[in-house]
Structure formats: structure tokens, C-alpha cells
């Protein structure tokens, strides 16, 4: 569905992406776990088109989605949920919503797919009014993903989505994840909490300092490893 | 008391050119956390096209009116593509400075053209006053009231009730989220800056037509009593730039009855210089919030 190869992102002269490849199948939850500074930030930052890459390819199906701009690429059937949320704070939850179906047209279909949000995320359509960023953490992260959805993607990016939550809401990221998998939802999901990426994950990439270090399924490699690597690197260590 | 009262009334006359003014002036900051010095001198280009239309081919007022509404948006927009378009993310200083420049650069362009100092400009209803009882309301001050409001309520009503409002909110609130969401974040600051200058070219107009004449001078004019108003109501606040340009209009019109027209601008600097000191986001405004991004080049 959406593969990257060789992609080379840089800020500067240092290159945060030394040359990545991985590929997302369709219809799974593929997961990218890494150290900080391993670069799955702006791996994402990149396949949504906020970052340039200096070389590479990103191909949704068979579209090459490097040069456009964000805009296109949302319209193409990618949709990222950002690190840190970043709901419109001033903006009332519903208006939102209708932020992330900018791309549509359809307004009836909108009107539909903003009573399907509400029916998936009970607690955003009781506080439909409200402002968003007077939200909890755990339901701006809830309007957020429903923000993405929003744009009828094909596949949905989603960016540490458990950070800063408590380790209930957490828990409900995640089921809500294989629960959108379930539906039919192919979704790339970059994660520190190693423990519960694999326990959704079909299959997944370590990344250490701006290179895939291993591919494979959960299980193929014992979950304490994977922790370590993912939270420490092999690489460069002391000793 | 009657001289109180009509002070009052001639002040919310004036001050809602200013409030005219301010308006543009916000839908800039508010969207862009940008300033514009060259938002006034883009209106004083369309004060001239509408001038030059009038002197060589005699053209109407509303002639005028499009003209000056027009050259101002044009201008603004050769502005924002070469000081704010290309500007990266956290450089405010820079693109203020280069629209500092291009204001040196308009009114040079508009000396060259016509280099008399002073050219006629068309009124709009000379003189004509309307009676209430013991006081007086000019016409054409009426006509500049009534555009305030209701230029207000449009541009009030687009950014709460309109897709492209919805756009410039999702900008104003988190611009790389704008992005994330499909929203074409360049298209639509240029279009903000478009309208705001459009929005500057009507108060231009009103305000010519009142003066009958234009200078190279009214550019800076134009960005001082903008910026001024704007302050005073509040960064980034529709409602807060009308009420600003009413309380500037009235402080001046008193000011200069009370105290002579030599103090009327000194008067009104020290409001606002007040207004920095106790309350700097203004009567209706927010404190200033964080810097707008733009994608980055890798």
C-alpha cells in the first residue's frame, strides 16, 4: 500500500533519514519503534509532505507522493495524526472535525461520517461545543484521530499517540487502533511504548539513528530485546 | 455639553476610519502573527490609481471606489509575495523589515509618478450634512460608519461562518496542523492578505473622498492610525479593531478641542502608550501567541 525507499531527509547538513525503506501493507497495523532522535518523527513529518526529502520515493499505491504538497497528499488518502496532538484549540470540537474533512466536498457524507466520529468517540459528541483545547489529554487524542479520519484516508500515520496519556487512556488509544484496524483501516503507527505496539502490530520496524535496523513480525524477536533496542539502540553503545 | 456631545459624534465619525483601517491591519495579524508597515502605502497605490483614473478620464466615484479598492488588494498581494511568502517560519522581524522597505519603495514608485506633492481626489458627497436637533452628521462621515460596521460584521461573519474562515482559524491556531488537514496554507494567506488590503483600499477611498486630496504622505498615515487602533482594541480581534478606531476618533476630536491640535496626536500617543504598559493585548485581544510555520525546505 505504502512504501518508502531510500529516503534521505536532512535539516541542514545532518541527515535525519540516512536511506530508509519499509513498506506498510494494506489493511495491517504496521509499527515503527525507535529511540528518540531515531528520526520516526520526521519519517512521518516527510510522507505527509511538511518535510522535503532530499532524495527518495514515497508511493502510495502506485502515486508518488514526493514534491506534492500536503494538501495533495491528504487529498491522495494520507492522513497524519501529529505528535502532540495538535488540535485547533480555538475551535469547537465539531469544527474540528469539519477542519479535517477540508479536502471534501460532499457535505452530506461529511454530516455522516461526523455522526459516525461521535458514535465511535462517545465523549466527543457531548462536548461537541466545546473548545478543543480545554479537552483532557486522552479526548483531544480521541479528536485528533477522529480529526484524520475525518479525510476518509487510506491510510492513516498516527505519531506517538500514547504520549503524555495515563496508562487507562493509553489502553484505550489502543484498543480504539485495532479496533479502526478491524474496519478496514491500514494504519502506520510510530510508538515508544514498545510493550503495546507489538501487542497490535502485525509487523514492525526498529529504527536506530536514521536507518531500519530490523523488520519482522511480533514474536520473531523476544519482546525484551525489542524494548531494549527500541529505547536504548545497539548501536555506538558504551563498552 | 451640546460641543461635548458633538465632539463625540465627530470623533466616532473619524474613528471609524480608523476602525476601517484596524480591520485590516487585524485580519493580517490575526491570521499571519505578521506586520504589515507597508499595509497603508499599499492603499495609498490604489489612492493614486483611483486619482489618476479621475484627473485623465474623469472617472465617478464608484469608478474610483473599484479603483482604489483594487490597486490596494494588488498591491498588498505584490507585498506579500515579496515579503511574507517567502519569509521562513519564525522570521517576523524579517518579513517586517523588507515590508519596510517596500514601503520606502511604494512611495518612491508613487513620487515618480506624480510628482507634484498634492493631486485632487473625487468627493463623495461634498459637505452635505444631516441635522439631529443641535447636532451635525456629515454624510459622507455617515457612509464611512456604516461601511465600518458592516465590513466588520462580513469579516466576522466569514471567519466563524465560511469554509475559508474555518481555513484562516485552523491556520491561526496550529499551522502545521492546517497543513496535516488539507488546508493550502500558502493560497490562503495570500487570499487574507488580498482581502485585508482590499479592506485597507475601502477606508482609503472613504477617507480621500473626505480629505479630497492625496499625498505620498498618506501611506505612513494610513499604517499609523491602523496600528494605533489596532492596539488599542486588540491584536488579532474584529470587534476590538472597530471599538479601537471609535475610542482613537474620540480621544482626538476632545484632545484637540480641549487641549488644540497640537496635542491631539501626542494624546493619543500616550493612550497608547498606556494601553502597552497595562494591557497589551488590547481591549479585546489576546496576548500575542507563539510564531506562525510555513513547511520547512530539508
Known sequence: MLDVSDLVTAYGKIEALKGVSLHVESEKITCLLGPNGAGKTTLMMTIAGILQPRRGSIRLGGTELVGLSPARIVARGVALVPENRLVFPQMSVLENLLAGAYQRSDKAEINVDVERMYTRFPHLRERHQQLAGTLSGGEQQMLAVARALMSRPRVLLMDEPSLGLAPLVVAEIFSIISELNRDGTTIFLVEQNAHMALQVAHQFFLMEQGRITFKGTPGQLAEDEVIQRAYLGTRRTAG | ?298
Not at chain 2, 511604494?106 to 459637505?127: D, K, M
Not at chain 2, 488546508?183 to 482609503?204: D, K, Q
Open chain 2, 1 to 298: 455639553m451640546v460641543d461635548f456631545f458633538q465632539n463625540t459624534i465627530d470623533g466616532v465619525m473619524i474613528g471609524s476610519s480608523y476602525g476601517l483601517l484596524a480591520l485590516g491591519f487585524t485580519v493580517i495579524f490575526g491570521v499571519m502573527r505578521r506586520l504589515n508597515l507597508s499595509y497603508g502605502p499599499s492603499i495609498m497605490i490604489g489612492g493614486y490609481l483611483g486619482t489618476v483614473l479621475y484627473l485623465n478620464h474623469g472617472a465617478g466615484p464608484l469608478v474610483v471606489a473599484g479603483a482604489v479598492v483594487l490597486g490596494a488588494a494588488i498591491a498588498g498581494v505584490y507585498v506579500e509575495r515579496l515579503c511574507f511568502a517567502p519569509m521562513k517560519a519564525g522570521a517576523g522581524i524579517a518579513s517586517m523589515v523588507s515590508s519596510f522597505a517596500i514601503w520606502m519603495q511604494l512611495e518612491q514608485a508613487a513620487i515618480l509618478v506624480l510628482p507634484r506633492h498634492t493631486y485632487p481626489f473625487p468627493p463623495l458627497a461634498t459637505g452635505a450634512t444631516l441635522e439631529f436637533g443641535p447636532f451635525f452628521v456629515r454624510i459622507d462621515h455617515l457612509i464611512m460608519l456604516v461601511c465600518a460596521l458592516g465590513l466588520a460584521a462580513a469579516v466576522q461573519v466569514t471567519l466563524y461562518r465560511t469554509r475559508f474562515g474555518l481555513a484562516l482559524r485552523a491556520i491561526i491556531g496550529h499551522p502545521v496542523a492546517a497543513h496535516l488537514v488539507g488546508i493550502n496554507v500558502r493560497r490562503a494567506m495570500l487570499l487574507a492578505f488580498a482581502a485585508a488590503s482590499a479592506i485597507g483600499g475601502v477606508a482609503g477611498f472613504l477617507v480621500l473622498a473626505v480629505d479630497q486630496q492625496v499625498t505620498p504622505m498618506f501611506g505612513m498615515w494610513a499604517t499609523l492610525k491602523g496600528l494605533i487602533a489596532m492596539m488599542i482594541g486588540g491584536l488579532g480581534s474584529v470587534p476590538g479593531a472597530v471599538v479601537g478606531g471609535l475610542l482613537l476618533g474620540v480621544i482626538e476630536t476632545h484632545s484637540q478641542w480641549y487641549f488644540g491640535p497640537q496635542f491631539r496626536d501626542l494624546i493619543a500617543y500616550v493612550v497608547l502608550f498606556a494601553f502597552l504598559v497595562a494591557r497589551p493585548g488590547g481591549l479585546f485581544g489576546r496576548a500575542p501567541s507563539p510564531d506562525i510555520t510555513t513547511p520547512q525546505k530539508a
